[in-house]
């Protein structure tokens, strides 16, 4: 098993409210929503269309099914990094999805920065907790874990970039630290291999703003 170098970037905690059902953080500049709130703007209606597909029953069952598997493979890379994983408190099949992601653990990951600290930005309006800010491949970034039912193409997952995106500017701004890579690491069902996206952040920034302006003209919120 690997050992992982810190560098302990200090950020202080933020604690949350709910407010029109989304989560919002509480920082010094205000109470702003979560980054993930926001861009759920653009699966809404989709999500709408499945759930009408499939029915209400199954489509809760396989949403808490999937909720439960992220959150604790997540946890597992959390644990892992911070070099105490403990295996025995997963499940197989937790352990399964887990497996690909540590092999790019092993092989990528340089000196680590920070884990699943909350950050904000005044700039952008928008806050949210991110997974891990760490060296890949030698270069700093925004490392985002993601579980999924099938492959990917890397056209279909917008949003993720610009989660990422969000994350480098509210990391820059709270630290004066840049982070110009954001890097997607999924582990799908029945893969042996995980699915590893990486862009730049600054070719999703501009897009990031649309989304939020999009999101702020859905749920009626006046533009600044």
Not at 28 to 39: A, F, Q, R, Y
Not at 40 to 64: C, H, M, P, Q, Y
Not at 202 to 218: A, C, F, M, P
Request: charged share 30%; glycine share 6%; aromatic share 8%.
């Amino acid at each position: 098993m690997r050992v992982f170098e810190h560098k302990h970037i200090q950020l202080d905690e933020l604690s949350t409210e709910t407010i029109g059902g989304k989560r919002h953080y509480v920082t010094p500049e205000g109470k702003l929503p979560s980054i993930t709130s926001v861009l759920s703007v653009l699966s809404i209606d989709g999500i709408k269309a499945w759930r009408a597909r499939v029915g209400e029953k199954e489509a809760n069952k396989i949403s808490t099914r999937a909720a439960r598997r992220g959150t604790n493979v997540h946890q597992m890379c959390e644990d892992y990094i911070n070099n105490e994983l403990n295996k025995d408190k997963f499940l197989p099949h937790e352990i399964e999805s887990f497996v690909p992601l540590q092999k790019e653990l092993d092989k990528s990951i340089g000196l680590v920065y920070a884990q699943e600290v909350p950050l904000y930005s005044t700039y952008l309006g928008v806050a949210g907790r991110v997974d891990l800010i760490a060296e890949w491949d030698g270069r700093l970034s925004i490392v985002d874990f993601k579980t999924s039912r099938k492959v990917k193409k890397k056209e279909w997952i917008s949003g993720y970039f610009q989660q990422g995106a969000a994350y480098a500017v509210m990391f820059e701004e709270r630290t004066g630290i840049p982070v110009d890579k954001i890097v997607i690491a999924m582990t799908v069902d029945g893969e042996s291999d995980a699915s590893v996206f990486v862009e730049k952040r600054d070719n999703w920034v501009s897009t990031l703003q649309e989304t939020i302006e999009l999101y702020k003209d859905r749920y009626g919120i006046p533009r600044s």
